[in-house]
């Protein structure tokens, strides 16, 4: 290359340093956006955790501690006296039991109806089955309590009323639509092929959905199965409206709320959150276990 | 007792017909392939030996068992699917060791023969992994594994290689090839990859529009095919084809390319009789034709206007009247865009097709006409 090429070329390009200078303000950049994701990620942590730190804070503070002010970040000192209270409150216990009961059973029957009905969704063309899948969609549409005032009627003309059965039953059929389609989605995300596998290596249908599609389903009932849980656990309406003396325990939290203490409420919402918590926390393994390797 | 033999097979989806009437032997170890393009019918076919569809009419017998409405898992016949469908919530053993374990076979047994198949395919330092964990071409490995676990006397095979990539392909190719051939099993394979078609089966049936056009060994479909179809499916590039008018000349009669005569053999002259005047379709593979860089009175002359070179030859192509014809040659043949060329077409390398109905025009053709 001749001199002036030479010349004419580094001219052209921007020199040295300023290729440096662009580099870092590239990198720069570069890091500033990832922090702002990180910081992003952070706010939405502490958006959730905060209300239950400051729950569990108080329920393990000693009622004076409740209502000091300005409250401390953690309990000081650690009293159990607010739980114990709670929990010796006439009716709590067994209130917490027929809840626990409610959302078992609510999960086990939503699963049970939802898990044939989404794969029947999923797999095969019958008449009705996209005006099927509308309605269940639209039931969604309807808010709690539109749909769970001739529900309860209907409970009540049946005489199914004030037993946790009862509610369980209501649950289930409140939470059904979401679930056959969570479910249903899923079963069409695992391919049929697997199941033809299945057959041709000596399976009857019912073995190859129960020994392999099922298994690859196992995420979406789980996550359908957290639905009804919270569901059923959060639900207060109908479980007022369809009970009396056998209270779940937001009903017979909520009932007594205008009568209790702030150490009472703050006990009552922690020992409301724990179950839950503790029913996802086994559930997530499903829920993320499986899908790593359904999408290869 | 492996032999399959289909029976005036039909099934119809709506009103579309996948299956016309479709007759077809398969005998004990061969390698069959079955080939056309898609939409053919040919997996349609497969799937119905396998029982992953029924049949609307006609019968699939196995041995000595007719199997025509029997479920898959009653058929003693084992299958690669086209998208592997390995179980992704399996260890590979477990993948491999499915179907020995639905016919609770005893725990060391089957360890055995996982342990036998996974050599056979060289995936045995694997076999505690998860399938997400595992490439294209080993997730292949494990479903022929799967497979050739079972020791079923049928394997029928779903575009196997369709979802490799070409260097694999090619590996696999020979590989299952000689794993099949070793294994003495009847072989059922679906492909619409013709050269796949030529180098594993020992017989080809090619498919169209749900029927069978042509059923024999790769060298017979390659140099005698049956139709226009066959003979520009099968071959890369495909066979060529020149319109040609029949005519009288002398005693006999001749097939001309313009101004060019083409000199039949013997046996053809009284079927090409029937075609007296009539325009006819002759047919030749690109590698058969003898190029010649000066003037012959037997051989058609061309002028070349792409030269392409392939490293194992050079593929010319030029016009004749409205027909483009490609030649393979010897990359050594000195040849240039623009130069002329005179082609000769050997007598026995040449197959006559009727104009209309593309089909091809042979002794047999004239036997069965008289």
Known sequence: ?296 | MAEITITNAVKKFGKFVAIDNVSLTVHEREFLVLLGPSGCGKTTLLRAIAGLGMLDSGSVVIGDRDVTYLPPRERGISMVFQNYAIFPHMKVFDNIAFGLKMQKKPKNEIADKVMNAAKLLHIEGMLDRFPSQMSGGQRQRIAVARAIAVESPIILMDEPLSNLDALLRLEMRAELKLLLTRLGVTTIYVTHDQIEAMSMGDRIAVMRAGKILQLDHPTRVYDLPIDQFVGGFIGTPPMNFLHGQVQRNGAGYTVALGEFHLQPADDLQPVLGRHDGKPIVIGIRAESMEPSKSPLSDALPVTIDVVEPLGSQNLLTACIGKDTIKVSIHPDFPVTAGDNLWLRFPINKVRYMDADTGRSITADTEKALA
Not at chain 1, 8 to 20: F, T, Y
Not at chain 1, 185 to 214: N, R
């Open chain 1, 1 to 296: 290359m001749s001199a002036e090429a030479l010349a004419k070329e580094s001219l052209s390009r921007p020199s040295a340093q300023a290729w440096e200078a662009q580099r870092r303000r590239d990198k720069l950049l570069l890091q500033l956006r990832r922090a702002g994701v990180y910081a992003l990620a952070i706010l939405i942590a502490v958006w959730i955790l905060f209300p239950i730190l400051l729950i569990a804070n108080m329920a393990f503070s000693t009622p004076q501690d409740v209502r000091a002010f300005p409250k401390s970040f953690f309990p000081n000192p650690i009293s159990l006296d607010s739980i114990n209270f709670f929990l010796s409150t006439e009716g709590i216990i067994r209130a917490t039991g027929n809840s626990i009961f409610v959302a078992l059973l609510a999960v086990v029957l939503s699963s049970l109806l939802a898990v044939p009905g989404g794969y029947a969704i999923a797999r095969y063309v019958f008449p009705g089955r996209d005006a099927i899948r509308l309605v269940m969609l639209s039931v969604r549409a309807f808010p709690i309590v539109v749909l769970a005032v001739p529900l309860a009627v209907i409970f009540l003309q049946l005489g199914l009323f004030d037993q946790p059965f009862t509610l369980a039953l209501m649950h289930t059929a409140l939470t059904l639509p979401t679930t056959v389609l969570v479910i249903s989605s899923v079963f069409a995300s695992v391919p049929y092929e697997f199941e033809e596998a299945a057959q041709v290596f000596g399976c009857t249908p019912l073995q190859a959905f129960w020994q392999v599609v099922l298994p690859l389903a196992l995420p979406g009932i789980a996550a359908s199965a957290i639905l009804t849980f919270v569901l059923s656990w959060n639900e207060v309406f109908a479980a007022i409206l369809l009970t009396l003396s056998n209270r779940t325990l937001p009903a017979h939290i909520l009932y007594n709320l205008d009568k209790s203490s702030d150490p009472f409420k703050f006990a009552a919402a922690f020992v409301m959150l724990v179950p839950s918590m503790i029913f996802i926390f086994f559930i997530r393994r499903y829920l993320f276990n499986m899908w790593g390797q359904i999408n290869k």
